[in-house]
């Protein structure tokens, strides 16, 4: 059975069906050399999205409904979004997150001009890294003045002690009342 094509680009028919039984089965999809292979609710690699028209590719986790009723136990729900085209989303339901995952790190690997995250995902990762970097910022610069003033505390106690060898005082403490 030949996949049906979500937007604008197409694959020939021979090209289209030779790539999709040489692709990688992951869960409910697929990825091939020239298309990505989606599901639809009943029909594993049913769509085909060119690798050219894929933007973003991505998993999204959403909760279930039944611990929001009072009847149920929370439960998560693992899905797949591919963004194509312009801006087009096509989410496809995963038994096993492992399988999202597993499926995501192959177009990392195959794929690494694709990206893996959602725009708020890489805003968020971009926030949280200038935020490392500023926190580590700090912390070099309050080691660098804990060195600085241990120097100058060290300098400032051989200071004391060369006075009070000038004065012929005993203890260091002696000297401060002739200052």
């Given at each position: ?16 069906i ?39 590719i ?18 998560t ?103």
């Amino acid at each position: 059975m030949k996949p049906q094509r979500l937007g604008n680009v197409s694959i020939p028919d021979e090209e289209l069906i030779k790539d999709k039984k040489e692709c990688k089965k992951i869960g409910p999809c697929g990825i091939g050399k020239k298309a990505v292979y989606l599901s639809s609710f009943y029909i594993d690699r049913r769509y085909y999205i060119p690798i050219s028209s894929v933007k973003r590719i991505f998993k999204r986790i959403a909760m279930s409904k039944g611990g929001f009723t009072g009847k149920g136990v929370f439960g998560t729900l693992s899905y797949l979004v591919v963004v194509y085209e312009d801006g087009k989303e096509k989410q496809c339901n995963f038994k096993h997150e492992e399988d999202v995952d597993r499926f995501v790190a192959y177009i990392e690997e195959k794929y690494p001009d694709i990206p893996v995250h959602s725009l708020e995902a890489e805003r968020k990762l971009a926030e949280k890294e200038r935020w490392l970097e500023e926190k580590q910022r700090k912390r070099n610069i309050s080691e660098e003045t804990k060195k600085m003033s241990c120097k100058t505390g060290t300098g400032r106690r051989v200071s004391e002690k060369a006075i009070g060898y000038l004065y012929g005082l005993k203890s260091v403490g002696e000297e401060k009342a002739y200052l």
